[in-house]
C-alpha cells in the first residue's frame, strides 16, 4: 500500500473520499462511541488507507495501530488542517511536519528534554518533506489548543516550530515503534499569534482542500 492516509476530523477526510475511487470501508465501529473509520481506496492511482481518526492525542494513537496492523505500508501521513505558530507561517500555507513533538509533555525534572515522553525520543524524526510544501519542520502536538495568550511562550519552549495540532506526535511516535516512516501535510487554517493586519483565519474546508491537494501531489511524484 502506497500510504495511510489519516485525518482527524470528517471535514478533513471528505476531500479525500471526493477524489479517491473504489472506496470500500474496513470492518465497523467498536460501539456507538467510536468514531473511527478506515477506508480502502485507491488515489493518485495508488493504492492507500484512509482513516478517520478523531481529534485528540489518545484517537491518533490509537487510530494508527490499529491502521498499521491492518495495512500494509511504510508511509503514514497526516493531513487535514494545523494551526500556524511560526512567525513566518500564513493562513493556507502547506507545513510539511518532518519533526514532532509534544507541546505539554513535562519531565524536565528528571532531566528529559521539554516536550520528551520518558523512554522515548525528545523528538521524532519523520520522512523527507517533498519541494512544494511552502515551510518544512518543527511542528507540536498536545492536548490543548494554543491560544495567542501562550503562543509566544510555546515558540521561546519550542524555537523554529511551524505549527500545531493535537494528534502528529501522537501517531509519529506509533509509527517511531512500528518502524513506519510517517510525514504531515497540512495546512494552516488559523494563526496561533497573529501579528496585527494578518489575516488569521480561513475556513477549515479550505485548509482541507489545500491538505488534500499536497498529499495527492506527494503521492504522484
Do not use: K
Not at 479525500?16 to 478506515?38: K, M, T, W, Y
Not at 505549527?163 to 510517517?182: I, L
Not at 496561533?192 to 493586519?197: I, N, R
Amino acid at each position: 500500500m502506497a500510504a495511510v492516509i489519516a485525518c482527524a476530523m470528517t471535514e478533513e477526510l471528505e476531500p479525500f473520499l471526493a477524489r479517491a475511487q473504489h472506496v470500500s470501508e474496513v470492518g465497523g465501529p467498536a460501539s456507538s462511541r467510536d468514531h473511527q473509520r478506515f477506508y480502502r481506496a485507491e488515489l493518485a492511482q495508488r493504492p492507500v488507507a484512509l482513516v478517520l481518526s478523531g481529534i485528540g492525542l489518545v484517537n491518533a494513537a490509537g487510530a494508527a495501530t490499529v491502521a498499521l496492523a491492518h495495512f500494509s505500508t511504510d508511509r503514514y501521513l497526516l493531513a487535514g488542517t494545523t494551526g500556524g505558530l511560526g512567525t513566518r507561517v500564513q493562513v493556507r500555507d502547506v507545513v510539511a511536519g518532518t519533526r514532532a513533538r509534544y507541546f505539554d509533555a513535562d519531565a524536565t525534572g528528571f532531566g528529559y528534554e521539554p516536550g520528551q515522553i520518558p523512554q522515548m525520543p525528545a523528538e521524532y524524526v519523520g520522512l523527507e518533506a517533498p519541494a512544494f510544501a511552502t515551510h518544512a519542520g518543527l511542528v507540536l502536538s498536545g492536548n490543548s489548543f494554543v491560544q495567542a495568550d501562550i503562543a509566544e511562550q510555546t515558540r521561546a519552549r519550542f524555537p523554529g516550530a511551524l505549527a500545531v495540532d493535537m494528534e502528529t506526535a501522537a501517531a509519529a511516535q506509533v509509527c517511531y515503534q512500528h518502524g513506519v516512516g510517517w510525514l504531515s501535510l497540512r495546512a494552516v487554517s488559523d494563526l496561533c499569534g497573529p501579528e496585527a493586519g494578518q489575516e488569521f483565519h480561513v475556513g477549515a474546508e479550505v485548509a482541507a482542500e489545500l491538505s488534500a491537494q499536497a498529499v495527492e501531489r506527494y503521492l504522484a511524484d
